[in-house]
């Protein structure tokens, strides 16, 4: 699927395909015209995506082709044992984790998980957690603590499933729950929005001692056609609607509200998914060193203070 | 029979001698009971015949529970910022601005100490009439200094939510006053000083997934519509309508997420009671 700032970019992209093959086919040198070719798309593919607007970096946190939380785990990992259920209601599948070694490392990897087709959509609820998937995940992280390894949260969701049931146990009490205890966690936390980071549904596994953002991703209190429909009365304003919400990771550090934003291929994630992962592999075992040097009631004390600061005010 | 012939047409009082019915001195509940609002008030705002709940503010909340109506406010003088510029219909300075005049409040939270039947307590009251009681910066700052005030002299903290979630327009930093407020709760917790988290109609969005939920004692009022989706989009989502009393207080106690209800015209006395269990 091609989002309608990435056409001129694909049109070309098949232009010097076609041209290499015409090329290889009948024996002629065009090298010339496919260097010329590839330096105009490697310009184009710069200056469009340096002057994403925030709508698009939202279209692009969706892409039906970006990867998902299992698919960086898989990328990432050299052994992944996933863990299921709450130990109480059932296993979410919208919410997956498990111990994982990343170069020798074991950490404990938890994360929203959409799917790639209708089957898997459905299976996975489009990624929206129910109660039980963030408790399983405080179970997760309550394992991790036990045995002394970090956790490394992907965040990846629409929301936290606004159901019938969903209220009935407890949705509310589940993300405050899990908000409240990951202030006290005694191993590193590391939090990063992968795709969509979408309020309570977010920040229920959101408490993290780093919070990152991969570059495009969105981090926000509402998604921007549910803003739209709320203050513009109408599902049209949508662009509007992120423009005013500064959702974006560039917003989003610009006011201090996360820690850092890692890097995704010219082009997204979605186009280099090889590319991406090994980014993401190398920031998170940097932060793990890093915060591994902390002792533990000041990675505590420091986490608490991070997110206190945060809010604006005139006294 | 003249008398009763109309001899002067239209109205006939001057303007100046005209007398106003005082706005509001009468409320009908929606079973259409009317009460005289001097009796309202006196009922701790529960409609005499059908036990209707009135919406009430942190006016009369501290009214209700503070003994003699006495206690210090905290940080009274905290008031909004534009971080993000935002603008819908209206920029978001012109809309607090509007909302201040209005209301006569500054944001959608007071807090303040003072003692109920002479137990000291913290209360952090959300206001619905600003904004439609809407979580951002303010609310959250108050919350955690107010819960700095308990950690500190080791006072009991009661906070009375009213909310329909977090406020869109500071965005990103509404969504961080949950992080933000539910730290403070753990340190509380941690320090063993008791949280009591009164959950009023309505309690909904970001507020009900992080402060309103993390009580050591969770209450409400009857009747209260609580939740962390709202109804209209839980109706849109599964295409259904909802049952009867769904997301009601006795609909969230019968699914155990609730200690008790209380009458609040019982509230205090309940409120200063278990306190001093606690403190025995």
Not at chain 1, 81 to 96: L, Q
Not at chain 1, 103 to 131: E, H, L, S
Not at chain 1, 213 to 234: A, D, F, G, K, Q
Not at chain 2, 137 to 143: F, L, R, T
Request: net charge neutral; glycine share 8%.
């Amino acid at each position: 699927m091609l989002l309608e700032f990435e056409k001129p970019i694909a049109e070309l992209e098949e232009k010097l395909h076609d041209m290499k093959q015409l090329a290889q086919t009948n024996d002629v040198d065009v090298s010339e015209t496919v260097k010329s070719l590839q330096q105009k798309i490697e310009k184009l593919k710069k200056e469009t995506f340096q002057n994403l607007t925030r709508w698009q970096r939202v279209q692009l946190s969706r892409h039906p082709e970006r990867p998902y939380t299992l698919d960086y785990i898989y990328e990432i990992t050299d052994e992944f044992i996933e863990i299921h259920g709450d130990r109480n209601v059932k296993d979410d599948k919208a919410m997956v984790g498990g111990f994982a070694s990343i170069d020798g490392q074991t950490v404990m990897m938890i994360g929203q998980q959409k799917g790639r087709n209708t089957k898997q959509r459905q299976t996975r609820n489009f990624g929206m957690a129910n109660p039980e998937g963030y408790r399983k995940a405080l179970r997760l992280m309550r394992m991790a603590e036990k045995f002394n390894k970090p956790i490394v949260c992907l965040i990846d969701t629409p929301g936290a499933y606004p159901g019938l049931e969903a209220e009935e146990r407890g949705q509310g009490e589940a993300i405050a729950r899990n908000i409240k205890e990951m202030f006290m966690l005694k191993v590193p936390v590391i939090c990063v929005i992968i795709g969509e980071g979408a309020s309570g549904g977010a920040i229920g596994i959101g408490i993290g001692d780093r919070v990152l953002m991969m570059e495009n991703t969105w981090y926000s209190v509402i998604s921007p056609e549910s803003c739209s429909s709320i203050l513009w009365r109408s599902w049209e304003y949508k662009e509007q609607a992120a423009e005013a919400l500064k959702l974006t990771a560039n917003d989003m550090i610009g006011n201090k509200l996360i820690d850092g934003i890692i890097k995704e291929p010219l082009g997204g994630a979605h186009t280099d998914m090889k590319g991406a992962s090994k980014e993401l592999k190398k920031e998170i075992l940097k932060y793990i060193k890093d915060l591994n040097k902390v002792s533990v009631e000041d990675r505590i004390d420091q986490r608490i203070e991070k997110f206190s600061a945060m809010g604006a005010y005139a006294s | 029979m003249a008398w009763f012939k109309r001899t002067n047409k239209g109205i006939q009082t001057p303007t100046e001698s005209k007398k106003e019915a005082p706005d509001g001195l009468w409320y009908k509940t929606p079973s259409g009971k009317i009460v005289h609002m001097r009796e309202l008030r006196n009922n701790a705002y529960v409609s005499p015949e059908d036990d209707y709940h009135v919406r009430i503010g942190s006016k009369e909340y501290f009214e209700i529970l503070f003994d003699d109506n006495k206690f210090e406010e905290l940080d009274a003088e905290l008031s909004s910022g534009d971080p993000l510029k935002f603008v819908d219909s209206k920029p978001y300075p012109a809309r607090i601005e509007a909302t201040q005049k209005k209301s006569g409040l500054t944001d959608a939270l007071r807090s303040a100490v003072g003692k109920i039947n002479g137990t000291p307590l913290v209360i952090a009251c959300m206001d619905f009439g600003f904004i439609g009681g809407s979580m951002g910066s303010v609310v959250g700052e108050k919350i955690a200094r107010a819960i700095n005030h308990s950690l500190e002299h080791k006072i009991p903290f009661l906070m009375i939510s009213k909310s329909g979630g977090a406020r869109m327009m500071e965005a990103g930093f509404s969504l961080m006053q949950m992080a933000k407020t539910s730290a403070r709760l753990a340190l509380l917790s941690e320090a063993k000083i008791p949280y009591i988290s009164l959950l009023t109609d309505p309690t909904t969005g970001g507020v009900t997934a992080s402060y309103a939920m993390l009580g050591d004692f969770n209450i409400s009022e009857p009747g209260s519509l609580i939740g962390f989706a709202g109804p209209r989009v839980i109706r849109e989502t599964i295409g259904k309508d909802l049952p009867k009393g769904f997301q009601s207080a006795e609909f969230v106690k019968d699914h155990g997420f609730l200690d008790f209800i209380v009458d609040r015209r019982s509230l205090k006395n309940k409120l200063s009671t278990l306190l001093k269990m606690l403190e025995n």
